[in-house]
């Protein structure tokens, strides 16, 4: 099945710094990829939708300026969180889709755990 | 989005079938039903999808009542690494955003 390779898998970072997470679709073109985030014991939440090409669609309440969004080849989205604090400390997920056969379900990464001191 | 209303969490024995209830009694009709899993500190797995036929694949199979309003996914043999938190989520085909709701843990006991 198609394969989508997130990194780093876990990144710990001073308060203040940036911090960019890599997602890359492996095996196939992906047009579209979203960015989730996901506290303890609590469910995905969707971030921003990311068309290649185009700029990122982001969900109400989550800030645009703080978390950009790359989508600049069918194959690599990025997402960078600037300036990090202790509460953005998460576990960040990416997914993505393509064309043909894969478009009828979502392909995940592995997630990033991001702690920030 | 159509809500959906899973169990919060359930046991099963393993090598049982585990067979795991969402109702989504607001589902339209060009939504299909998608079932996702997600082990614990990775990232969400897909599992099956079904618009109003029964579906089986090598992962498990899905049971779509005929008025649409609920589903089972069934995993005919239960191992330990089936112990996950699983998703049931009404979708429009070609519409990729997924809402995920609080999903069943479901624990495999030995």
């Known amino acids: 099945g198609a394969v989508v390779s997130q990194h780093p898998s876990r990144v710990i970072c001073k308060s203040g710094t940036s911090v960019k997470i890599e997602c890359r679709s492996l095996?196939?073109?992906?047009?579209?990829m979203f960015w989730y985030r996901q506290f303890p014991k609590q469910s995905l939440m969707l971030m921003a939708t990311s068309n290649e090409g185009s700029k990122a669609t982001y969900e109400q309440g989550v800030e645009k300026d703080k978390f950009l969004i790359n989508h600049a080849s069918l194959t690599l989205s990025t997402l960078t969180v600037t300036s990090a604090h202790p509460e953005d400390s998460s576990f960040y997920i990416c997914s993505a889709t393509g064309q043909g056969g894969v478009r009828e379900k979502l392909f995940f990464g592995s997630g990033t755990q991001l702690s920030v001191l | 989005d159509a809500k959906t209303t899973q169990p919060t969490s359930m046991d099963c024995a393993e090598g049982r079938a585990a067979n795991l209830p969402c109702n989504h009694s607001?589902?339209?009709?060009?939504?299909?039903v998608y079932w996702y899993r997600q082990i614990h500190s990775q990232g969400p797995q897909y599992i099956i999808h079904?618009?109003?036929n029964n579906e089986t694949n090598e992962m498990a199979s899905l049971i779509i009542t005929e008025d649409r309003k609920s589903s089972t996914l069934i995993l005919p043999h239960a191992t330990l690494r089936d112990t996950a938190v699983y998703y049931c989520i009404p979708q429009g085909f070609g519409n990729e955003k997924l809402t995920f709701g609080t999903g069943t843990r479901l624990t495999i006991i030995p």
């Open positions: 079904g618009l109003k």
């Open positions: 607001t589902i339209s009709g060009n939504e299909y």
């Open positions: 095996d196939f073109q992906a047009t579209t």
